[in-house]
């Protein structure tokens, strides 16, 4: 695997940051996740269903899998003395703690660093490094806007069913830790970066940042439509299931009207070009949702793949699972722990299974030079990630 002579130390919680530690695992990285006695907050993340006893709940195993756990009571010097001896012999370091915490624990970038130069260390935290506020995907979601554009038109701010930031985050934190993995080959020299989520949020705003900074247009709630391209993104009803259009030219416009038996639209003065069905929406969507209503979901998918048009069905999570593209992205531990893969390549390594809370800490504490009895103290009452 290309990454297999790295070692990533995981001082994250949550989802941003260790999603960064399983794609370094994934691409076959050593990744020691470094948790607090009380562990990762997500391990008590349980849903209603599952067993509050199991400290890998569905939540944690998202984003866990491939890594080793140890516990670490940093607010000990012995605690502290064990993640620097961790980090002297590591590449990588992934944190993200609320700024001034991990100075206090004697793991900010500073002493990481000055324990290890060629050490590259990656932050991620909700506001930026001036900011103490706790950084969580729902409130970044509404500070960065992304509330106020999701929802019905006439319906509340709405926030997304997936931690859409924190994915987003985790991105950037990826390609963070790429670039500068790559100038220490170069220059020998490690390196700090620092990624906030509410950054990552507004630098993900993407058109709809420019359509407000450029054309002077706020961007409003529409439901699913697009403000700058039509038909797209609106759900039609079909006869055996619902449907999205991504009509994004005017020959692919042409392409669905003549699928679905309406040649004529394509030579209506109103809907020839794209700027002309953004004007039109709303006609646009009655003589589409009439057109629609009668036509078999799937031979319809069929014709329009076949002429060019892009379109899919809406599918429920479960029903996703059935298609193959989906499913080999699954790992399994054959033992009720699943998630899906960080890294959609067509082949992925194996990976170990999420790991107990401090399963691999004698083992890992062990190969760095310390005793039993050295090692039993460490993951006592107080504080980490």
């Known amino acids: 695997m290309p990454l297999s002579d790295l070692l990533v130390v995981e001082l994250a919680s949550v989802l941003a940051g260790p999603s960064v530690g399983m794609f370094f695992a994934e691409h076959g990285a050593r990744v020691v996740k470094v948790e607090a006695p009380q562990g990762d907050v997500t391990r008590r993340w349980h849903l209603a269903t599952e067993d509050s006893a199991d400290d890998r709940p569905a939540y944690f195993c998202a984003v866990n899998w491939g890594k080793q756990s140890v516990t670490l009571d940093l607010t000990t010097e012995a605690g502290r003395d064990a993640l620097h001896r961790l980090v002297a012999t590591a590449d990588l370091v992934v944190s993200s703690f609320r700024p001034g915490a991990s100075a206090r624990l004697g793991a900010d970038a500073d002493t990481l660093r000055a324990v290890n130069p060629r050490l590259v260390v990656v932050e991620v935290d909700g506001y930026g490094a001036d900011d103490l506020r706790t950084g969580y995907d729902a409130v970044i979601q509404a500070e960065a806007g992304f509330m106020a554009l999701n929802g019905a038109a006439d319906g509340p701010p709405t926030k997304m069913p997936v931690a859409l930031v924190d994915v987003l985050a985790a991105h950037q934190l990826k390609e963070a830790a790429l670039v500068a993995l790559l100038a220490r080959e170069r220059t020998g020299e490690g390196a700090t970066v620092r990624v906030s989520l509410l950054g990552a949020a507004v630098s993900s705003l993407a058109n709809q940042a420019a359509n407000w900074l450029t054309a ?9 439509a697009h403000p700058n391209i039509a038909p797209y993104g609106t759900p039609y009803p079909t006869a055996t299931g619902a449907i999205v259009l991504a009509v994004g030219t005017d020959r692919q416009f042409a392409a669905l009207v003549e699928a679905v038996g309406r040649e004529d639209l394509a030579t209506d003065a109103r809907f020839v070009t794209n700027a002309g069905r953004v004007r039109h929406r709303a006609a646009l969507d009655a003589v589409l949702t009439e057109a629609l209503a009668g036509q078999e979901r799937d031979a319809l998918l069929a014709t329009l793949a076949e002429r060019g048009v892009p379109a899919g069905a809406v599918r429920s999570v479960p029903e996703v699972f059935v298609q193959p593209e989906a ?55 107080g504080g980490g990630p």
């Open 216 to 224: 002077g247009v706020a961007p409003q709630r529409m439901g699913s």
């Open 327 to 381: 499913a080999r992205l699954v790992v399994d531990d054959g033992a009720g722990h699943a998630a899906v893969r960080t890294v959609a390549t067509e082949e992925g390594r194996a990976l170990t299974p999420p790991p107990r809370l401090g399963a691999d800490t004698q083992a890992v504490l062990a190969a760095l030079g310390l005793s039993s009895a050295e090692v039993d103290p460490l993951a006592g009452p």
